[in-house]
């Protein structure tokens, strides 16, 4: 005899009460950089940097030709941007939430920070392009001559090594572009770089030393390594360049005390007044900050050619 005479497919079914939530990427742009509270009433965001110079002279009696320290102020302005999410329900997928034992407003609650916390990686590292040149916020992923940090190209990427040890040799290389610089000999910066570019350097360095990697080796000069998806070139290439080149990743590596660099943050992320209309509730949420205020981009190094473009379609 059928089971299905004594009992229906619906009795035979376990529901599971558990609502299961996909992994998501980690937001990096908070965790990375400091942020600098700066008003919420205040649209962009002005610093300035000192620099001068004192250079003593040999000096004879009554002589008049005695040298001057020279202090200058350089400064730069950063625009403040506003953005939104808003959660919304109607009373009765609130009931119906409740009668299943799901909290559509913690879940709800819990997405909008979510999508604030992407526009803010996006923001840092992508930029938010206009066409009033007062309103552009540059990213890290612009070009370096906009941005004024420094870069270094590899001579051969990490998906097609041949000579690990150039490899190894060229990321001291670069490295040695924030070392060298007056005051940082002892610095451990730190490497960004896309997830699957990580996964290449962490390949056996040969087969007769397979606990060995190019990671292994250079993992000493800096104090973190951190995969950065919006490194991507599928993420940040689009405004730089044509289609064809939009799998070119980016990496970077660079120092993050608070005297470089920081975020400037104008309003935390902030719940609006809620709207009800035809049995809709909705709860906007505002936040408000500006690109990332590089106040030593020299401390800043892109890196370039470190994947062929070609075998990540």
Not at 152 to 167: G, M, P, V, Y
């Amino acid at each position: 005899m059928a089971i299905n005479a004594i009992a229906t497919r619906e009795q035979l079914t376990y529901i599971d009460n558990t609502v299961y939530s996909p992994k998501v990427a980690p937001l990096l742009a908070r965790s990375l950089f400091s942020t600098i509270n700066i008003g919420a009433e205040n649209d962009s965001y002005r610093y300035r940097v000192k620099t001068g110079t004192a250079k003593a002279a040999a000096y004879n009696d009554r002589a008049t030709d005695i040298p001057v320290v020279d202090e200058t102020f350089r400064e730069t302005q950063v625009p403040v941007t506003m953005f939104a999410l808003a959660a919304e329900y109607s009373y009765f997928e609130l009931k119906t939430a409740q009668k299943v034992g799901v909290n559509l407003l913690a879940d709800q609650a819990q997405l909008v920070a979510r999508g604030l916390a992407e526009y803010e990686d996006k923001l840092i590292f992508n930029g938010q392009h206009n066409s009033d040149p007062n309103m552009n916020i540059k990213g890290l992923t612009d070009k370096a001559n906009d941005l004024g940090v420094q870069e270094f190209t590899f001579s051969q990427a990490f998906d097609d090594a041949t000579d690990n040890i150039k490899l190894r040799n060229e990321f001291q290389a670069a490295v040695g572009k924030i070392t060298h610089l007056v005051g940082y000999a002892g610095a451990r910066p730190t490497l960004m770089l896309p997830q699957a570019r990580i996964e290449e350097l962490n390949r056996p360095f040969n087969e007769y030393n397979p606990q060995i990697t190019v990671l292994s080796m250079i993992q000493p000069w800096f104090d973190q390594i951190i995969a950065v998806p919006e490194l991507e070139g599928q993420y940040w290439h689009h405004k730089n360049a044509s289609t064809a080149d939009k799998n070119t990743d980016m990496g970077y590596i660079c120092l993050r005390t608070p005297e470089i660099a920081q975020i400037p943050l104008a309003m935390e992320r902030t719940q609006m007044p809620q709207e009800t209309h035809n049995m809709s509730t909705r709860i906007p949420y505002v936040e408000k900050i500006g690109g990332l205020a590089m106040r030593y981009p020299h401390a800043f190094v892109q890196l370039h050619g470190i994947n062929d473009p070609n075998k990540s379609k």
